[in-house]
């Protein structure tokens, strides 16, 4: 009798475990290290004053160099400001061998300042790129790696980005920052702390809709809904920010 009831016990501890688990971001909410990296074993050899790139699994293809881009995150109506700039010969990284990079954010007399928010990004020989990640004091020190997933380039739908995350920084407040792409779809897991789900389709619905609709084959209205509920938005919030932005749509 007791071994029955340690067995009902076990099933539903593992049931509610299992239902536990649920998330409710937009995408890859794995906060996990599920993919083990170069800083399992090099961790107390990685210095506070560098961020690293495990290149180690492949995804970024063959390549010489491997640079570093880095930008302050500014409020949605706004152009980010380039810290390092795609192509500037200062975002070189340094190979340290065996496939780990490093960037030296001290030596470059960068300071990343707690008031503000920072966006950064690698790409190889000026050709294939990360997708952009949350970056900020927590960081320094960790690895970035390739989690094995391809997902839209936010502003180019001819394009695709290799997924990444942190080994080792908070993953649902250092991950793939959410928006909503030039197709509708909505990528990444994390909001910047000045925007919301309500505000990236607010500016969706002024910048992105048109385009995003001649480009996806579906009506303005079902763009719309779409990326709405993508954010986890619920269908009067998705009508209060139509009747916001001024539209008239229909299916």
Not at 87 to 113: C, T
Not at 207 to 222: F, M, P, S, W
Request: glycine share 10%; net charge negative; aromatic share 10%.
């Amino acid at each position: 009798m007791k071994k029955k009831q340690l067995s009902v016990l076990l099933v539903i501890a593992i049931m509610f475990s299992v239902f536990s688990l649920g998330g409710c971001t937009v995408q890859n909410n794995d906060a996990s290290n599920s993919k083990g990296t170069k800083a399992d074993s090099a961790s107390a050899a990685l210095e506070k004053n560098k961020i690293y790139f495990d290149s180690s699994t492949g995804e970024l293809g063959d390549f010489e160099t491997l640079s570093f881009c880095l930008y302050e995150h500014k409020p949605l109506g706004y152009d980010n400001t380039d810290i390092i700039p795609w192509g500037s010969k200062k975002g070189k990284m340094h190979d340290e061998g065996n496939g780990l990079w490093s960037y030296d954010i001290k030596a470059n007399g960068i300071v990343l300042d707690s008031d503000k928010l920072y966006g950064c990004f690698i790409y190889a020989d000026l050709n294939e790129r990360t997708s952009d990640l949350i970056i900020g004091e927590p960081c320094m020190g960790d690895i970035v790696y390739c989690t094995g997933e391809m997902i839209e380039y936010a502003f180019d739908d001819n394009q695709k980005t290799y997924a990444v995350r942190w080994a080792n920084a908070d993953f649902h407040s250092y991950g793939v920052p959410i928006q909503i792409t030039s197709l509708g779809n909505v990528i990444g897991n994390v909001f910047w702390l000045d925007e919301s789900a309500y505000t990236i389709l607010m500016d969706f619905l002024t910048n992105g809709l048109e385009n995003a609709a001649q480009k996806n084959g579906k009506t303005e209205l079902r763009t719309i809904m779409d990326a709405g509920e993508m954010l986890g938005l619920n269908k009067t919030e998705i009508k209060k920010a139509i009747a916001e932005a001024g539209l008239s749509v229909s299916e």
